[in-house]
């Protein structure tokens, strides 16, 4: 077998994940943005990568995800793709992109595939944007749902506290993740819920079930790339394990160049031509 087709066969699929879940084998997914990142990410053997719209958040540097456009996703989606060979890369479609109607749903779920070779995208929302979901998975392309906290609702929510305490919202979160599957979504995240929520979630499902903020008995983890490096140091939730504190690596980096400038220390002899 040579090295593309064998570096092929290891990808992640959509019908990999579902296997995992029947496995049991838990399913690591973490965001990039870009291909450098991306690169590392994927070769440290990350299941899926999340080209989320928080790229509007952490590379952007706005409030919320809504100022995100359809091209700025497809510029990060297309930069991550390039640099993966073995993750399922997954681009988020951006607030504006889908909730007009389906027709336009679907052009732009049609725009990402084409224009980042990417393997699937997302969208946020149940029972709202279905007829959305159907037309694009109609399309032969894969989807993935995300409920619980939907971060370009948050006009409408007010806060980012938890989803879905109360009864009535749990009970329509667990039908709108039947309505996903259903539609025939191949994933679902489920953003900040309580865990015994997302249980029985993951548990009525079929499909694998990933989970930010909603505990340990679901099918998988999300977490932003840049939170769990800790290159933000500003957003510290509670489902939020940090695994480096690279804002201060940088930083002790970039301090020492500027010292070794000023102290006349670089560039030094063997530094130059
Ligand atoms: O945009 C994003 O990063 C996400 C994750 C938080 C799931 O949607």
């Known amino acids: 077998m040579s090295v593309a087709m064998s570096q092929r066969a290891r990808k992640v699929t959509t019908h990999v994940l579902n296997e995992m879940k029947m496995k049991g084998e838990k399913i690591s997914m973490l965001t990039s943005?870009?291909?450098?990142?991306a690169r590392i990410v994927d070769a440290a053997g990350v299941d899926v990568i999340l080209v989320g719209d928080s790229a509007s958040n952490?590379?952007?540097?706005?409030?919320?995800?809504?100022?995100?456009?359809?091209?700025?996703?497809?510029?990060?989606?297309?930069?991550?793709?390039?640099?993966v060979n073995r993750a399922l890369v997954v681009v988020d479609m951006p607030f504006g992109a889908y909730q007009g109607n389906s027709k336009e749903a679907l052009t732009s779920a049609i725009r990402i595939m084409k224009e980042t070779a990417a393997d699937a995208v997302k969208l946020e929302g149940g029972r709202e944007v279905l007829e959305s979901v159907t037309r694009i998975i109609s399309a032969g392309i894969p989807v993935m749902g995300h409920l619980g906290l939907t971060p370009q609702s948050i006009h409408k929510f007010g806060t980012y506290t938890v989803r879905a305490k109360e009864k009535d919202e749990a009970e329509k979160l667990i039908e709108d993740a039947h309505m996903l599957e259903d539609a025939g979504c191949f994933s679902i995240v489920l953003e900040k819920i309580p865990a015994i929520l997302a249980k029985r979630v993951a548990e009525e499902l079929t499909i694998p079930l990933i989970g930010i903020g909603a505990g340990k008995h679901v099918d998988g983890q999300v977490l932003v790339?840049?939170?769990?490096?800790?290159?933000?140091q500003e957003f510290s939730p509670r489902f939020l394990r940090r695994y480096h504190n690279l804002f201060a690596e940088i930083s002790g980096a970039?301090?020492?160049y500027v010292q070794d400038i000023k102290s006349l220390d670089f560039p030094n002899e063997k530094e130059q031509y």
């Open 254 to 256: 970039v301090k020492n």
């Open 58 to 83: 952490v590379m952007a540097g706005w409030e919320t995800t809504l100022p995100i456009t359809l091209d700025q996703m497809i510029y990060h989606g297309a930069s991550v793709v390039r640099g």
């Open 225 to 232: 790339l840049h939170d769990m490096l800790g290159i933000n």
């Open 33 to 37: 943005y870009d291909y450098s990142l």
